[in-house]
């Protein structure tokens, strides 16, 4: 008896053990990922989410990149507009849907804007964040997508994504190349 549950207490403890081969796709509400701590990667591992810095640059900037073609081809860039100065960054999925970079004593360098806002106090049925292996990172509400990066294109087209204008609200999805390979703006 004594042999069973001991093989049945490491069965368990084996399950419940975090692999180190598997990565993060996804992250819940009020999760954060840190600058030079953590990052997404998506299912396939194909894309992966992070703070890097461009070329020579010393900013920091949010973005998705592929994680097996080359180091360093970015395909999307969150805060073009407004980089970090240091390795403070950090991202987090509020529970209203919105992704925030916050920086340092910054509450706030960039925010998503979530075309619908969400609240949730059950921490059983939330939000979350996904890198998919399209290169698209979709915040999704009980399996609603609320937002999605490829209506924010940057200098690449990946498979999926459209270009179309939004005939009610003039909004016009387009590409938006870099300003030097050390500056995404």
Known sequence: M???STHIFFFLAL?????GCSAVDTISANQE???????????????????????????RYLGIWYKKISYGTVVWVANRETPIADTSGLLKLSRQGNLVICSGGNPMIWLSNSTVSVWNNNPMMGVVVQLLDTGNLVVWNNNKM?????????????????????LVTGLQWSMTSWKSPDDPL
Do not use: C
């Open 33 to 59: 990922i840190k600058d030079g701590k953590a990052t997404l990667v998506s299912k396939g591992e194909m894309f992966e989410l992070g703070f890097f810095s461009p070329g020579k640059s010393k900013n």
């Open 2 to 4: 004594e042999d069973q």
């Open 15 to 19: 399950i419940m053990l975090p692999s």
């Open 146 to 166: 609320i937002w999605q990066n490829f209506d924010y294109p940057g200098d690449t087209h990946l498979p999926g994504m459209k270009f179309r204008k939004d």
